[in-house]
């Protein structure tokens, strides 16, 4: 973008443009995802639709119908599309004119008395460049944390980065955390036919999440064989032949034949010369910033996951945009965290926007709530959809959305007309009287909207 705006850019990577939300994170999870997703509709089809599968291999010159899953086939799919997406984005930086360097960075000193900072680039082969820029935007992601009694040898203990080195289905998962990494990797693999066990430290999956949605994807793991273990801290994790152990902080000890640790990210900030070129880093390793992603020092902007500043892409792009136009001398709206719409890839899906259930209850704003679930939408019923919920949150008096969560499947794509509203305060009413198609999922939306207004108007009757 800056390229584009006559900015003469210069692109400091290591590993491939995309980073780790192209390469090992967004793209490769949800890649998987998409085949876990398919695994769980053919798992459901006969119960619900009354699709029948054959279970037995037909001749050789006949198309097989046998479900199951090719795991090196899937990951190997996983690694050309994220190499694909990173090869895009590089031909797409350097079309705009922009210069892509291999190595990296680091910040040289202060800012020069004529207001431009060094950069030092080191490249593979030990040689180095030095930089000189008016601004520097650092976008360095993070990396996956590791428990010292608990260190992946990517063979059996694994990190979110290795799981797609895996040439065969894992028999016995356990999976470490229970936060968004962690429950989407658990149902993932459940789905793909593994058998799994979630260890939560917390009393819940997802607790950052709604708590209603929380609780539907919880029993939706139960329900559908997933040991969920609650309350339940990870001490160790050590390999004992073909299988790995895992002891808890209880004294007691699970074993599978691989153990995925999700617990989560570790922000890549150390050795750039930050604090000596007067960069506040946060104890956390994060990287202080504005609401226009401005570091502290002049010149020197930060977005992603490095500013522990919702660890989502849309939002570092959306970070690395303001710091651009900003930059730039462009008019530029602060970052509003929400108006932030964010998605958990489980199936059922949770999306999120805006005030949540939590700043409800803390009365850390005043809102009415109405929660639809799925089982009364005719759409829902004739694709066999028994799981989910729609809640929007709006003011007592005007009516106001400021906020909403679905938990459906594509919850990522229903989520869009709430976010809209939300970004540009809109009310029950307007949503209520949007057409919707019927029969659809999107319907309950408007019905929500519907009873939030009917409650308003019989609250000022």
């Known amino acids: 973008m800056a390229a584009q705006l006559g900015a003469e850019v210069t692109v400091v990577d290591c590993d491939g443009l995309g980073g780790a939300s192209v390469l090992t994170d967004c793209v490769p999870s949800k890649t998987l995802i998409a085949t876990a997703e398919v695994m769980t509709t053919f798992d459901s089809s006969y119960e619900e639709l009354g699709i029948i599968v054959e279970d037995d291999t037909p001749h050789i010159d006949q198309a097989a119908r046998v479900v199951g899953v090719d795991l090196g086939k899937v990951n190997r799919r996983v690694k050309r599309l994220a190499l694909a997406q990173s090869h895009d984005i590089t031909a797409s930086v350097t079309r705009a004119g922009a210069r892509v360097m291999r190595g990296r960075g680091r910040l040289e000193g202060q800012q020069a008395m004529d207001g431009s900072r060094k950069v030092v680039v080191r490249a593979a082969d ?3 460049e030095t930089l000189v820029a008016d601004a520097v935007l650092i976008a360095t992601g993070g990396h996956p944390r590791e428990l010292p009694d608990a260190q992946p040898d990517g063979e059996r203990i694994l990190n979110w980065t290795q799981v797609y080195d895996l040439d065969e ?6 999976v470490v955390g229970s936060g968004v990494t962690g429950a989407e990797f658990a149902g993932a693999y459940q789905a793909l036919g ?3 066990t979630l260890v939560s430290s917390r009393d819940r999956v997802l607790p950052g999440e709604d708590p209603d949605a929380a609780a539907v994807l919880e029993d939706v793991f139960r329900r559908r064989g997933m040991n969920v273990m609650g309350r339940t801290r990870a001490a160790s994790a050590k390999r004992v032949g073909d299988r790995v152990e895992v002891t808890l902080a209880d004294g007691r000890v699970i074993s599978g034949s691989h153990c995925l640790m999700a617990v989560g990210a570790i922000p890549n900030s ?9 960069v506040k880093v946060k104890e956390s390793g994060h990287i202080w910033t504005d609401r226009v992603s401005r570091t502290s020092a002049p010149g020197v902007y930060a977005a992603g996951d490095v500013t522990g500043i919702f660890a989502l892409a ?4 959306m970070q690395g945009r303001i710091a651009m136009y900003h930059f730039l001398g462009d008019a530029v709206t602060p970052l509003n965290l929400k108006t932030v719409s964010s998605n958990v890839f489980t199936d059922p899906e949770i999306a999120t926007v805006g005030y949540s259930q939590a700043d409800v209850d803390a009365g850390k704003i005043d809102a009415r709530v109405v929660k639809l ?3 009364r939408n005719p759409r829902a019923k004739m694709q066999g959809i028994r799981d989910g919920f729609v809640k929007i949150f709006c003011r007592p008096g005007t009516g106001i959305v400021v906020g909403g969560v679905v938990v459906s499947p594509r919850a990522s794509e229903l989520i869009h007309p709430i976010s809209i509203a939300v970004d540009n305060n809109l009310t029950v009413e307007q949503i209520a009287n949007a057409f919707t198609v019927y029969p659809s999922l999107s319907g309950s939306i408007a019905e929500v909207a519907r009873q939030l207004h009917t409650r308003k108007v019989a609250g000022e009757a």
Request: aromatic residues 0%; negative net charge; charged residues 25%.
């Open 194 to 196: 593994s058998r799994v």
């Open 314 to 317: 849309s939002v570092a792009a």
């Open 373 to 375: 679930p799925l089982l």
């Open 169 to 174: 289905l894992p028999e016995e998962l356990i």
């Open 126 to 128: 030990g040689s180095e």
């Open 270 to 278: 150390d050795g750039m010369g930050l604090e000596e070129a007067g």
